[in-house]
């Protein structure tokens, strides 16, 4: 499973950063950057934020043609048919890491379904200590789970600030307004990396 997820993955990264997709590239960096802040090659956190827009820009940017560059790469028949959903309905929230299950998985623990994910016995190493909180995407088949590079931590203090908006959120969202949610974390912790990680507490204030 994971090496066929990473084909395509990669396949959608090439396709779509060819020159014939230039200007909807541009587009793609304004309007990402333009909602969570501009990013300096020096920040800590550069290339974890790169792989957030790749992903961002595969799963939910339109392209001119109305479609997201999955959308098209799906609707051309490049994915074989037991794979449609795994890349068409991924799930985008916000986990807490977990730490490993006896077996040796990766667990992260999805707050805005309650449920805990385990995942893909050879999945990379998550760059998370146990408990902390993140945004990313989980890709999954046939009961396996796997979570994508695009990983955006929070502080600890605000963890549980967190837990209770998404809750609040599960219990009344529609897939969309979650989606809105999950994004407006990324770009209110950009802007707290801007403005120097004052008191998070006073920071993220949820609405």
Known sequence: MMERIKYHLSELIKRYTREEYYEDIKSARR?????????????????????????????????????????????AGCVEVEFRNTFEFP????????????????????????????LIKDQSPVPLMKGEIFVGRVLSRGG?????????????????????RAKQVRKHATPAEKNIFVNGLESVRIKWLEYGRPDPERFFVLK
């Not at 560059?69 to 799906?74: A, E």
């Not at 890491?97 to 994910?117: C, D, M, P, S």
């Open 31 to 75: 309007e990402y950057f333009g909602t969570i802040g501009q990013l300096r090659e020096e920040e800590e956190n550069f290339e974890s934020q790169i792989c957030c827009f790749d992903d961002w820009y595969l799963f939910n940017f339109s392209l001119r043609n109305g479609m997201t560059p999955v959308q098209d790469y799906l609707n």
């Open 91 to 118: 799930d985008y929230s916000l986990f807490e890491y977990r730490g490993r299950a006896i077996k040796g998985n990766f667990v992260i623990q999805n707050h805005l379904t309650g449920e805990k994910v385990r």
């Open 144 to 164: 396996e789970h796997f979570l994508m590079r695009g990983v955006t931590p929070f502080p600890d203090k605000i963890a549980p600030r967190l837990i209770k």
